[in-house]
C-alpha cells in the first residue's frame, strides 16, 4: 500500500531550528511536496524536490532522498507565526498526491 | 489577483439534506480537485477533473458528487449528508499533470451537519 509517516507534533523554541521528517512509501514517485496549514485554512504550497538534495528558499529548505524515501523540511529562525501544522505529499506514477496527516509544530516563545 | 474561490466559508445543513459546496478559480487551470478534510487527518481525495474528464476515487461514496460545467467552476454536491460528512472540504486546482505541478487550495468550506 501507499503510505507517508511524519511524527503527529513537535515543538520548538522561536528563533531555533526544527527538522521534521517524512518517510514515503508510494507506487512509483513523481515528487515530493511539502504544504503549510495554519488551524483552520487551507494548506499552502512551500516546497518541491524530485531529484535528491536539499532545495533552500529562505528560512525553508527541503531535503529528498529517493533511495531512502525520505525527506524532511528544516525551518529556520523560527517565528511565532510559524506555528501550523506541515504537511508531506508524495506524488505517485499516476500522478496522484500521497498525503500525511500532518505534522503539528507548535512554537513556544 | 488569481485565485482560488470557495462558497461559502461555513455551511451548516440538517441530516439528509443536500447541499453543495462551490469553487470558482481565476488560474484557469486544468485540473481541479476536491479533498475532504477532518481535524489533524490528511486530506482525503474525493475526486478530480482533468478539462472535463470526471475522475472518481475507488472509495468516495455515492452520496458525493461533483459538476464542472465550465473551467472556472466546479461544484460538490452531497446528497444527503449524514454527521460523518461533517469536515473541511478543500478545492484545488493544478496546471495539468506534468513537471512541477503545484495544487493551489481555496480557504475551504466548512460542513456542520445537525
Known amino acids: 500500500g501507499q503510505n507517508i509517516d511524519q511524527p503527529t507534533e513537535m515543538t520548538a523554541t522561536e528563533g531555533a531550528i526544527v527538522q521534521i521528517n517524512c518517510t514515503y512509501q508510494t507506487s512509483g514517485f513523481n515528487g515530493l511536496f511539502w504544504y503549510q496549514q495554519h488551524a483552520g485554512e487551507a494548506p499552502t504550497f512551500l516546497s518541491y524536490?524530485?531529484l535528491d538534495g536539499l532545495e533552500e528558499k529562505g528560512r525553508f529548505s527541503s531535503f529528498l532522498s529517493r533511495s531512502k524515501g525520505y525527506s524532511y523540511l528544516l525551518l529556520k529562525e523560527l517565528q511565532m507565526k510559524d506555528s501550523a501544522s506541515y504537511l508531506c505529499a508524495a506524488r505517485d506514477s499516476n500522478y496522484q498526491l500521497i498525503w500525511g496527516a500532518g505534522t503539528k509544530l507548535i512554537i513556544k516563545p | 489577483d488569481a485565485m482560488v474561490i470557495q462558497n461559502p466559508r461555513y455551511q451548516v445543513t440538517q441530516f439528509g439534506k443536500p447541499v453543495t459546496l462551490s469553487c470558482s478559480q481565476t488560474?484557469?487551470?486544468?485540473?481541479m480537485y476536491w479533498y475532504q478534510q477532518k481535524s489533524s487527518q490528511a486530506p482525503k481525495l474525493l475526486f478530480h477533473y482533468y478539462d472535463k474528464d470526471f475522475n472518481n476515487e475507488a472509495d468516495t461514496p455515492d452520496n458525493f458528487q461533483s459538476r464542472r460545467p465550465n473551467t472556472s467552476f466546479c461544484f460538490l454536491d452531497i446528497r444527503s449528508p449524514g454527521l460523518g460528512d461533517a469536515a473541511m472540504y478543500l478545492c484545488?486546482?493544478?496546471?495539468?499533470?506534468?513537471?512541477?505541478?503545484?495544487?493551489?487550495f481555496g480557504p475551504g468550506t466548512r460542513l456542520l451537519v445537525l
Open positions: 488560474l484557469n487551470h486544468n485540473v
Open positions: 484545488a486546482t493544478g496546471e495539468g499533470h506534468d513537471g512541477k505541478e503545484t495544487q493551489y
Open positions: 524536490n524530485v
